[in-house]
């Protein structure tokens, strides 16, 4: 494959930058409390203690640089789970920034990244390479990631180094496939790159002691959270990874409804050649509503995991990006645009989810939300089927999603402080709906530019 598209975060508007509580302010803050109550300002200690924070400040820049969705999601947590996750962001992106180089040859890249575990504990490893300045940047000054994780505790390390060595193997694994052939080989290379993030997170939140449930017990619902939103980046990205020759869709999907991935965007009427606008038919939003059926078959493993997360500020971390992948996947639904160009999330959506993820109660609503504007969909388009007299091909998918509603709603009744007996499905979806009455108050009082 020429190119991994990791990103274990789904990406957000650039304008909705935080605009107060950046990493790296954080740390500096951190870092001059902890230095003033010292007594020995010997030279040597000064210049190492100097070296050290600018070696994290390093970190928290690299990070706003080459991930500004992570960076304001990493904000999230606490100050000593936020450094690992930095440092195991980094280490990975370096790791993805390797495969993702063209220049290099396929031998050459497999030794590095069969190697990069045991060279991030070179305190002066400097390589050049990246196919963006900022990740050139960052590959050139890797010994300050490098001497950052030397200052984490040995148990966060060791997490790390069996991370990055697991996801090597599956890239190596991946190297020089120019397609999937399979659902399980799609499935298998999203959990490279994005379930053993979630696995690895799991371990960090476990090991230090913030979390009341050991989550290692759970990879699945671990790999699962990955998948989600691995899926749907891979979903949304469809027009710019073709462009750049990288074919995630699975074959057997694919070829359901196309010949191949070329078929896909090959008809472009009139012109007849790349610079015709692409012809949308019934086909392209037939795969594309199979392909997203496809992310949502991993929502209930996203809820279950989603509750076993007892401590809030890393339940905030996890939750908003399996929000925003699932509202995501509800706006991509039936949407031909997905095959023209990147679609997102609304502005104000994405405002709702940054100011009421919370807890489980507020979380769900989010996931019902979703599953409705689907059926929404479906509604709308038997509607327009049924005035043509042709059938609505999208039915096929409405005992699915019931499931899959089912589902989130046993967890709504099951979280509700309201004893089960009094609660009828009328009266959960009458709670939804003033819910989402108080949010759009809400956010009409708090617009996008107070955030
Ligand atoms: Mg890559």
Redesign the pocket.
């Known amino acids: 494959m020429n ?4 990103n274990f975060s789904i990406d957000i508007h650039s304008d909705l930058k935080d605009k107060d509580v950046v990493g790296k302010d954080r740390y500096k803050e951190h870092s001059s409390n902890s230095n003033s109550g010292k007594t020995n300002n010997s030279n040597i200690d000064s210049k190492q203690t100097k070296e050290v924070d600018e070696n994290w400040l390093f970190c928290f820049d690299s990070l706003k640089n080459v991930s500004r969705s992570f960076n304001i999601v990493i904000k999230q947590l606490d100050d000593e789970t936020m450094k690992v996750v930095c440092i195991f962001y980094l280490v990975l992106r370096g790791l ?1 920034t390797i ?2 180089d063209m220049s290099i040859s396929s031998e050459e890249k497999k030794q590095m990244l069969l190697n990069f575990h045991n060279d991030i504990e070179n305190d002066d490893y400097s390589i050049e390479c990246g196919d963006k300045p900022e990740y050139r940047n960052l590959m050139k000054n890797f010994y300050k990631v490098n001497r950052t994780y030397k200052q984490l505790h040995p148990k966060y390390r060791d997490v790390i180094k069996n991370i990055t060595q697991e996801m090597a193997k599956g890239m190596v694994e991946f190297l020089g496939k120019t397609s999937m052939d399979t659902t399980e080989e799609y499935d298998s290379y999203c959990h490279y790159v994005a379930g053993l993030v979630g696995i690895g997170l799991s371990q960090i939140f476990t090991i230090s002691g913030s979390e009341f449930n050991d989550l290692t017990k759970y990879e699945t619902l671990s790999n699962s959270m990955g998948l989600l939103l691995q899926k749907t980046n891979i979903i949304r990205d469809i027009k710019e990874d073709y462009d750049e020759k990288r074919y995630w869709w699975p074959k057997d999907i694919v070829c359901k409804h196309f010949s191949s991935m070329d078929d896909i965007f090959g008809n472009r009427g009139e012109a007849g050649d790349a610079t015709g606008i692409l012809v949308i038919t019934e086909k392209h939003t037939d795969l594309l509503n199979e392909m997203i059926m496809n992310a949502l078959r991993h929502i209930p493993e996203s809820i279950e995991y989603l509750s076993l997360v007892k401590n809030n500020t890393n339940f905030k971390f996890c939750a908003i990006p399996q929000i925003v992948a699932v509202q995501t996947l509800a706006t991509l639904f039936h949407n031909p645009n997905v095959f023209k160009k990147t679609e997102k999330i609304n502005k104000t959506t994405l405002a709702r989810i940054f100011m009421d993820t919370n807890d489980m109660n507020s979380i769900l609503q989010f996931y019902i939300d979703a599953v409705e504007k689907i059926e929404k969909k479906i509604v709308d388009s038997d509607s327009e089927f049924s005035s043509k007299c042709s059938g609505g091909k999208l039915h096929k998918y409405v005992d699915e999603l019931d499931k899959i509603k089912g589902f989130i709603i046993k967890y709504i009744i099951e979280h509700s402080k309201k004893p089960v007996t009094n609660i009828s499905l009328t009266k959960v979806k009458k709670s939804i709906i003033s819910t989402f009455i108080s949010i759009f108050q809400k956010n009409v009082l708090y617009p996008l530019s107070n955030l």
């Open positions: 190119k991994i598209n990791f993805d495969e993702d």
